[in-house]
């Protein structure tokens, strides 16, 4: 795993609080030459002055956030490299890279130059308050995970119907959940876990299942159960704790291996089982 801290680059570049986006290029297209058409491509859809400018305006004007951010990520790096053996029998050929984005995510896997990158925001972080060492390393040990599955499984299957969708996101979250436990050496760990949120999941954990297998039986949307900007009941992410636990199930009979290379039809099966439904295959 190599790493790439870009913060003495931010700084440099924006030396006050004023975004410039020739400069930005300049800076991302040093990172990698795709990196600012990834970027840009992906904020398209939003208003840039109304939606991305500002977050990225009042990170810039918090350059000691920044650099603790960037001592905090070097920290964080150096324990993974020593914890992955612990998931990865060979070496993990990844590249993470804490850079300046446009509002694009906190943290993301995808390819550069036909390489594997984890993007990890510095405005994103900042923003939402994951600057802190555990919510960072938590941040990062789920990307990693979703790199375990790449590596190992297949991290994609056709997806051309709602709940095959909804089982691609519960069964990639769940693993990479699985993963970031492993790394944490902890199986009870959560990074979401805060003003109640475990004790709330487990709780109703049999509505929550029962809910999914609904929506996946009627072909409804799920998207409220993932990403901090929905709830579920009154909580987010609450997709992360099915699929994690979903995942744990299927250890029982498979390995987490055999697990992450399964289709669409096998895992809604599996999901017949664990949720006491019948599902579509």
């Given at each position: 795993m190599k790493t790439v801290n870009t913060v003495p680059e931010i700084l440099s570049t924006f030396p006050d609080s004023h975004f410039d986006k020739q400069r930005w290029r300049d800076y991302a297209g040093a990172i990698h030459p795709e990196l600012p058409k990834l970027c840009e491509e992906d904020t398209a859809k939003y208003e840039f002055e109304k939606d991305v400018l500002p977050v990225i305006e009042t990170v810039l004007g918090e350059p000691e956030r920044i650099r603790h951010l960037g001592s905090r990520f070097e920290h964080v790096v150096a324990e993974l490299q020593e914890r992955l053996p612990v998931l990865f029998d060979k070496e993990c050929e990844v590249t993470v890279v804490l850079y300046l984005g446009l509002c694009n995510a906190a943290g993301r896997v995808t390819f550069l130059g036909g390489k594997k990158v984890v993007l990890l925001g510095v405005e994103k972080v900042l923003e939402l308050n994951w600057d802190s060492e555990e919510k960072l390393k938590a941040l990062l040990y789920h990307e990693i995970g979703h790199i375990w599955h790449e590596i190992y499984?297949?991290?994609?299957?056709?997806?051309?119907?709602?709940?095959?969708?909804?089982?691609?996101?519960?069964?990639?979250?769940?693993?990479?959940?699985?993963?970031?436990?492993?790394?944490?050496?902890?199986?009870?760990?959560?990074?979401?876990?805060?003003?109640?949120?475990?004790?709330?999941?487990?709780?109703?954990?049999?509505?929550?299942?029962?809910?999914?297998?609904?929506?996946?039986?009627?072909?409804?949307?799920?998207?409220?159960?993932?990403?901090?900007?929905?709830?579920?009941?009154?909580?987010?992410?609450?997709?992360?704790?099915?699929?994690?636990?979903?995942?744990?199930?299927?250890?029982?009979?498979?390995?987490?291996?055999?697990?992450?290379?399964?289709?669409?039809?096998?895992?809604?099966?599996?999901?017949?089982?664990?949720?006491?439904?019948?599902?579509?295959?």
């Open positions: 499984g297949n991290l994609e299957f056709p997806a051309h119907t709602q709940s095959r969708q909804s089982m691609l996101q519960l069964w990639q979250e769940g693993i990479a959940m699985v993963c970031e436990q492993i790394l944490s050496k902890d199986e009870r760990y959560y990074h979401q876990d805060e003003n109640g949120w475990l004790a709330w999941c487990q709780e109703q954990e049999p509505m929550i299942k029962e809910e999914y297998g609904r929506r996946l039986e009627q072909e409804e949307s799920t998207q409220d159960f993932f990403g901090d900007w929905c709830d579920f009941c009154g909580y987010s992410d609450v997709g992360y704790y099915l699929g994690c636990r979903f995942v744990r199930w299927m250890m029982k009979e498979n390995d987490l291996r055999e697990i992450a290379a399964m289709g669409a039809a096998e895992l809604l099966e599996k999901y017949t089982r664990f949720a006491g439904k019948e599902l579509p295959a």
